[in-house]
């Protein structure tokens, strides 16, 4: 039996509205992605960066394991670290820009478009740090200076205010995972995949559960896998960051079981 007028007139509407529901959601879709992310096309990149990590007293680190306390060091620059990063993975830190990737497990990256990223492109850091403490000790990463004016607390800076926000370091070792977030300040969230945490502005001291990550062992090695990389789904990652330059400062802080027993009481 032929449909009526009324019912051929009723279904070109219905094929209407569907088109144009589909129309306004791939605008939407463009629109998330324009905001959330640099444009592939323009291979926008962030430029220039430095990168400082220093340590506590009681505790110590290196690019590398060894046998005793002492071998290990305080402080780790930019320079030992890109030349790591150059005999291992193949590219020059300070002439290969990060991209705005993302990640849903800190072990795979990808672009926008799904595409995997290795970690030898450089589009992201990777890097083993090897710590070593000369008692038991939960690490926290600190935002605090070690004393007035030293400006060695954990901050990530940069020309381009917004850049900061866009950026993340992860920390993954005993099975767990911990992202810091500049943005998140003082806060801290837990997921299936990791714990992510911000840290008190510049210049404050708050060492508690909120900014604590793995433990060590008395004189015992202890691997920390780290990334940094510039997260593409994060609003703050727009065009408005092509060329920025950043200045990374990573301070890590050991608390022993006694002050943690002191500060919990």
Known sequence: MSRTKKEENQAVRNRLYTSILLVLLALAAITAATV????????????????????????????????????????LSFESIAQRMQSEKGFDMQTTPLEPVTTADQNIFTYENGTEVPDTKGAYLTFTLHFMAEKDMIVHLNSADSSDGAGDGTNISSSNAELPEAMRISFTADGQTWI???????????????????????????????????????????????????????????DSLKSADYAIRMRFTGETTETINTREK
């Open 36 to 75: 959330a992310w640099f444009s592939i096309a323009d291979k926008t990149k962030v430029k220039s960066m430095s990168l400082d990590i220093e340590s506590d007293v009681d505790l110590r680190m290196d690019l590398d394991a060894h046998d005793y306390f002492e071998q290990y060091v305080k402080k």
């Open 180 to 238: 810091y977030d500049q943005g998140m300040g003082d806060t801290f969230s837990t997921s299936a995949a990791a714990t992510t945490f911000g840290l008190p502005s510049m210049g404050s001291t708050r060492i508690n559960s909120n900014n604590a990550m793995f433990s060590l062992k008395k004189n015992t090695d202890k691997p920390v896998l780290v990334h940094i990389w510039m997260e593409g789904t994060d609003p703050a990652c727009t």
